[in-house]
């Protein structure tokens, strides 16, 4: 049984071409860095936020409202 799926909507989703490129050069540039351990993710995060002005958080804030939004949804539909 696969479980369903609630994707990004498409208009928050950042294309993979346009956001592997992001990760790519934060990850080049946390190596540069020396960059390691507990910094690693507090980094990467903050880096692709600046390369992409913004729209990664957007774009990771979109699923979880989308699926409070279905989840609303559903408990309603179960209420009635």
């Known amino acids: 049984?696969?479980?369903p799926r609630n994707p990004i909507p498409t208009q928050d989703e950042i294309p993979s071409d346009?956001?592997?490129?992001?990760?790519?050069r934060?990850?080049?540039?946390m190596d540069a860095q020396g960059i390691s351990s507990k910094a690693i993710t507090p980094?990467?995060?903050?880096r692709i936020f600046e390369l992409s002005e913004g729209q990664s958080?957007?774009?990771?804030?979109?699923?979880?409202?989308?699926?409070?939004?279905?989840?609303a949804g559903i408990a309603v539909a179960f209420h009635v």
């Open 43 to 46: 980094f990467r995060l903050q």
């Open 18 to 24: 346009i956001i592997n490129g992001y990760i790519e």
């Open 1 to 3: 049984m696969s479980s």
């Open 26 to 29: 934060a990850q080049s540039e």
């Open 57 to 71: 958080l957007k774009a990771n804030i979109a699923p979880v409202k989308n699926n409070a939004q279905l989840a």
